[in-house]
């Protein structure tokens, strides 16, 4: 089955910096990759998604960049506040027999310092 | 986009018991899943619901302990039986709505299990 890695696992940013997450997956056959935030004691929300037929995507401070080749995508955030401090997951997603499996990484947590 | 709600949201149970979760989701959806994620780790897929039919689960878990049912497009449950301490965790529904041609994927809020 396909193998999320997702680096670092914990992540500390001065306010106004950058913050990059990276993630790797295993199977070419995944082709739509979502990033999750997920503030403490709540749900993943999706901030931004990236599929297989586009190299990067940008969404105001946001972007996310997919290397199909290297199999692995990354999340950039652009100068950092401290809302968005929170635990970021990548994911990765494969059809199966008709059905849609996601792969979660292992989650990256942020912490913005002001 | 897609509104998922959850109840109960919490719930403290004995060892032995078993709990029924329900997730309703406000818009026709293609497919609903039921995670588990423990505090501070990532998000487990426990199964794919499938609407009429038995659900479809993942390695390392099981109908006998995780019944689920979704009788139509928006409405699922989960059922955690005998529950154990280990059960403790909490539990998340989710949806994939199609919007704009494409499908996005949405959570619950989750419902905070502990078992004593």
């Known amino acids: 089955g396909e193998n999320v890695e997702q680096h670092p696992s914990t992540l500390s940013v001065q306010e106004g910096d950058s913050a990059v997450i990276k993630c790797t997956y295993s199977?070419?056959?995944?082709?739509?990759f979502p990033w999750y935030k997920q503030e403490l004691g709540k749900r993943p929300q999706l901030i931004i998604d990236i599929r297989s037929n586009v190299g990067e995507k940008k969404d105001q401070r946001i972007a996310v960049t997919l290397n199909k080749t290297a199999k692995h995508f990354s999340l950039h955030i652009t100068e950092t506040q401290p809302e968005d401090s929170a635990v970021y997951f990548c994911a990765a997603t494969i059809d199966s027999g008709g059905y849609q499996k996601v792969t979660f990484g292992t989650g990256t947590k942020l912490q913005v310092i002001p | 986009s897609a509104v998922i709600s959850q109840k109960p949201s919490r719930d403290i149970c004995q060892r032995g018991t078993s709990l029924t979760i329900q997730c309703q989701v406000d818009?026709?959806?293609?497919?609903m899943f039921w995670y588990r994620q423990q505090p501070g780790q990532s998000l487990t897929l426990i199964a794919t619901?499938?609407?009429?039919?038995?659900?479809?689960?993942e390695s390392g878990f099981v109908i006998d302990k995780f019944p689920i049912s979704r009788p139509n497009l928006t409405f699922s449950t989960l059922t955690v039986s005998n529950m154990s301490p280990e059960d403790s965790s909490i539990y998340l529904c989710?949806?994939?709505?199609?919007?704009?041609?494409?499908?996005?994927?949405?959570f619950g809020p989750g419902t905070r299990l502990l078992v004593l």
């Open positions: 989710s949806a994939l709505a199609i919007g704009l041609g494409q499908e996005t994927q949405y």
């Open positions: 199977d070419s056959a995944s082709n739509y």
């Open positions: 818009s026709q959806v293609t497919m």
């Open positions: 619901a499938n609407q009429g039919s038995e659900a479809t689960y």
